[in-house]
Antibody, heavy 122, light 107 residues
Framework: QITLKESGPTLVKPTQTLTLTCTFS??????????VGWIRQPPGKALEWLAL???????RYSPSLKSRLTITKDTSKNQVVLTMTNMDPVDTATYYC??????????????WGQGTLVTVSS | DIQMTQSPSTLSASVGDRVTITCRAS??????LAWYQQKPGKAPKLLIY???SLESGVPSRFSGSGSGTEFTLTISSLQPDDFATYYC?????????FGQGTKLEIK
């Protein structure tokens, strides 16, 4: 079955760079139509989409955060890495990675990791 | 950016009620819309994709409709397990956007 798990620091200081790793199993990021995305959710607030990488290395970013984000994949390790520069307390959130696939004439995001809470504080 | 606006923000209803949540896109997204259910402390769960396709394993009391800029999620007969927060998500070739969420509360 498909599983994803986020890992990384729980606490970062303002201005630092955050690096999060999504380690997955049950699928390959070299399979046509497959992608892995990142979404975050500040405490008590709505979901915010961040970035997505596809099997062919096509990448998509949130326009409002594009200058701060980089998404990469390591197919051999079944990992996707998200980096976010210049962290600020407003970036405090639970960060999720999720599986995107293509089927029934549509892409859709079906499996999610459990999320990891990142706090930005000095 | 494509903005997604959900209404209402909060909805109070009783077990057995039929409820509808609306999501409007700032520009046409064809049928590239999904609905998720989220419970406190948990990851979102996919309910509907491509505006009206029911995800495998999701009860048939959930249904979605719409295209272009206006979409709805309907729960035909609320069950106790349905009280949660619901999000719409558009996904197009550029990127995704979520709505601000609708909290479904017990009346």
């Amino acid at each position: 079955q498909i599983t994803l798990k986020e890992s990384g620091p729980t606490l970062v200081k303002p201005t630092q760079t955050l690096t999060l790793t999504c380690t997955f199993s049950g699928f390959s990021l070299s399979t046509s139509g497959v992608g892995v995305g990142w979404i975050r959710q500040p405490p008590g607030k709505a979901l915010e989409w961040l970035a997505l990488i596809y099997w062919d290395d096509d990448k998509r970013y949130s326009p409002s955060l594009k200058s701060r984000l980089t998404i990469t994949k390591d197919t051999s390790k079944n990992q996707v890495v998200l980096t976010m520069t210049n962290m600020d307390p407003v970036d405090t959130a639970t960060y999720y990675c999720a599986h995107r696939t293509y089927g029934s004439g549509s892409y859709y995001t079906d499996y999610w990791g459990q999320g990891t809470l990142v706090t930005v504080s000095s | 950016d494509i903005q997604m606006t959900q209404s209402p923000s909060t909805l109070s209803a009783s077990v057995g009620d039929r409820v509808t949540i609306t999501c409007r896109a700032s520009q046409s997204i064809s049928s590239w819309l999904a609905w998720y259910q989220q419970k406190p402390g948990k990851a979102p769960k996919l309910l509907i994709y491509k505006a009206s396709s029911l995800e495998s394993g999701v009860p048939s009391r959930f249904s979605g409709s719409g295209s272009g800029t206006e979409f709805t999620l309907t729960i035909s007969s609320l069950q106790p397990d349905d009280f949660a927060t619901y999000y719409c998500q558009q996904y197009n070739s550029i990127g995704d956007t979520f709505g601000q969420g609708t909290k479904l509360e017990i009346k």
